[in-house]
C-alpha cells in the first residue's frame, strides 16, 4: 500500500507525518491567502530521524472516548465557543477541537511523541489532508508540551531579531507594548531578520541560549521567508512605548517577572510548568536583560546596535587595563 509523508523541522526538532491517505500540500484557498509562504521553509528533506510521528487517520466520524479527565479547555475570544481540549485517559493524551470545518481529535502517547491524528473528510474533496491540518493549532499544543516535558525549551510572545553579526535579540512584553512595531522597524529600516513577531522559541543547546522562528506569527508577515533562522540570543529587551529611546538593565527577579506573562504555561502539567520556569530562570540569570523604552522610528534600531558597541568596547578596555 503506498504511503503519503511529509517532514518538518522546527527548531531543530524533525517530525515526520505520514498516512496511507493522499497528501496534498496546499488547498486552492490557502494558495490564495499566500499560507504556503508561512509554512515552505519549515518543510524539511534531509536525513535525521524524526523525534515526533504522527499517523493520519481520515475518519467519518471522530472515536468516541469515554472515561477520560477534562485537562484544559480554551476559548475562542470571537464568540465563547470551545477552541481545543486537552484530555487525559490512562497514559494517553487526547486533543480534540469541534471548530467548524475543522474537526479532528489526536491520540498522544505519554512521551508526547507518538501520535494519531483522526481527521474528518474534506468537503469536495474526499480522503485527503494537508499538513495545515496539523501545524495550526495542534502542532503548536504539542511542541510547547513536548519541549517542556523534556527541559529542551519554552515558547515566548516575543520579537526575535537575528542582526547583521549574527546575534540574537528578543524583545518582549504585555500585548500593546510594541512587539508589531518592532518587527516592523527592524525589518523596514535594517537588513536584519525578523524571525518572527510573536512566537519565538527559545532552546538551550550544549550550554548556549539560542532562538529560533516558527510557523505561528502574529499580525506582521513581510518577513515570512527568513523565519526558518535561529541566532545565539544576546540580549533580551522588555519593552514599551516612550517619548524617547531609554534603557536599563534590570534584575534576575526583575526580568522574570516581566519574562513570566510572555510565557505559555503548561497549567495542566505541574512537571511540565516547573520545567519552564525553571528554564525561564536559568535564561534571565544567563542573558542580560534590559528595560527598553522606545520611540517609533528608526533611531531605536542604532540605539540597540549601540548598546552591542558600547558593551564590546567597555569589555575591550578592561581586557587592555588587566594587560597593563
Request: contains cysteine; glycine residues 4%.
Amino acid at each position: 500500500m503506498k504511503r503519503y509523508s511529509t517532514k518538518l523541522k522546527i527548531a531543530d526538532i524533525t517530525i515526520q507525518m505520514q498516512s496511507k491517505f493522499l497528501l496534498e500540500q496546499f488547498s486552492e484557498e490557502e494558495r490564495i491567502l499566500q499560507v504556503e509562504e508561512r509554512y515552505n521553509n519549515f518543510f524539511y528533506e534531509g536525513k535525521d530521524n524524526p523525534e515526533i510521528k504522527i499517523e493520519v487517520e481520515i475518519v467519518k466520524e471522530l472515536p468516541k472516548i469515554t472515561g477520560a479527565k477534562n485537562l484544559f479547555t480554551t476559548i475562542h475570544p470571537d464568540d465563547n465557543s470551545k477552541n481545543w481540549c486537552l484530555l487525559k485517559k490512562d497514559k494517553t493524551y487526547i486533543y480534540r477541537t469541534l471548530l467548524e470545518d475543522k474537526e479532528q481529535q489526536m491520540l498522544i502517547n505519554e512521551d508526547l511523541n507518538q501520535i494519531i491524528a483522526y481527521l474528518l473528510p474534506k468537503k469536495h474533496k474526499g480522503q485527503c489532508w494537508y499538513p495545515t491540518d496539523l501545524i495550526y493549532d495542534f502542532l503548536q499544543v504539542l511542541l510547547i508540551n513536548y519541549l517542556a516535558l523534556r527541559k529542551k525549551g519554552i515558547f515566548t510572545h516575543s520579537v526575535g531579531i537575528k542582526d547583521l553579526d549574527g546575534r540574537g535579540l528578543l524583545f518582549t512584553g504585555k500585548s500593546g507594548t510594541g512587539k508589531t512595531t518592532t518587527a516592523k522597524l527592524w525589518h523596514k529600516h535594517s537588513r536584519a531578520m525578523v524571525l518572527n513577531d510573536d512566537r519565538i522559541i527559545i532552546r538551550k543547546i550544549k550550554g548556549r541560549f539560542f532562538i529560533y522562528g516558527s510557523p505561528w506569527h502574529g499580525e506582521f508577515s513581510d518577513y515570512l521567508t527568513s523565519r526558518i533562522e535561529s541566532a545565539p540570543l544576546e540580549k533580551i529587551f522588555f519593552i514599551y512605548h516612550s517619548p524617547q529611546n531609554t534603557v536599563r538593565q534590570i534584575s534576575k527577579k526583575e526580568a522574570f517577572g516581566f519574562l513570566y506573562p510572555a510565557l505559555f504555561p503548561t497549567f495542566w502539567d505541574k512537571e511540565c510548568l516547573e520545567n519552564i520556569v525553571l528554564f525561564s530562570q536559568n535564561l534571565v540569570q544567563s542573558i542580560p536583560c534590559y528595560s527598553l523604552g522606545f520611540v517609533n522610528n528608526r533611531k531605536v534600531i542604532e540605539f540597540v546596535r549601540d548598546m552591542n558597541y558600547k558593551n564590546l568596547h567597555t569589555l575591550r578596555l578592561k581586557k587592555m587595563k588587566d594587560v597593563k
